[in-house]
């Protein structure tokens, strides 16, 4: 049974770029979840999908959009990247209402 | 929103020794969960616990979660133990966590 699947592990990019991370949650999940973990903070919410909308949202910008795909799968889009937006992103599966979350192994982003 | 706290922020330990780590939340939750988060970064699940106490091995969690704590055991520590602790809490509503700032943990040999 696979787990959280995230691609691509790493990324480099140019300031004002647009970038796309994606996610395939675990096996049976219907709910995935994005974060953004600064070095040396804790994960802080993007915001969340289920049954392809977008139900929740934490406190970032517009820059940062998503979609949910009809099998659960998910891709976070960030446009014009700031160098503030190099961070680990992490992508959550679970089940809607279900709290338990488990993790891929992230995406590091870098922005030149 | 929630606010957690986790104590202490660093933990030096000789293999061997045992440890105790907190977590702290500000209102009520109805779970809360323990991750291990190892150096690439991922977050592997430890306890999903809402109340009570659970326990894996050498690691064991408590929450009390009338007085809005909870607490992780670490027994007989070893380096591959070494790593940074996040507890975090959901909002009511949904799935969304809210993270503590860590507690970062160096186990020597």
């Known amino acids: ?112 | 929103g929630i606010q957690v706290e986790q104590s202490p922020p660093d933990l030096i330990l000789q293999e061997g020794a045992n440890s105790t780590l907190r977590c702290n939340f500000s209102d009520s939750v109805n779970n809360l969960q323990w991750f291990h988060q190892n150096p690439w970064g991922q977050l592997i699940n430890l306890f999903y616990i809402p109340s009570g106490t659970k326990q894996n091995g050498r690691l064991s969690a408590t929450t009390v979660a009338t007085e809005r704590y909870s607490l992780l055991y670490i027994s007989s520590s070893q380096t591959t133990d070494s790593g940074v602790y996040f507890c975090a809490v959901p909002k009511a509503a949904g799935n969304k966590l809210t993270f503590g700032g860590g507690t970062r943990v160096l186990v020597k040999p």
């Open chain 1, 1 to 112: 049974d696979a787990g959280v699947t995230q691609s691509p592990t790493h990324l480099i990019k140019t300031r004002g770029q647009q970038v796309t991370l994606r996610c395939s949650p675990k096996s049976g999940h219907d709910t995935v979840s994005w974060y953004q973990q600064a070095l040396g903070q804790g994960p802080q919410f993007i915001f969340q999908y289920y049954e392809e909308e977008e139900r929740q949202r934490g406190n970032f910008p517009d820059r940062f959009s998503g979609h949910q795909f009809p099998n659960y799968s998910s891709e976070l889009n960030v446009n014009a990247l700031l160098l503030g937006d190099s961070a680990l992103y992490l992508c959550a599966s679970s089940l809607y209402r279900n709290t338990e979350a488990f993790f891929g192994q992230g995406t590091r982003l870098t922005v030149v």
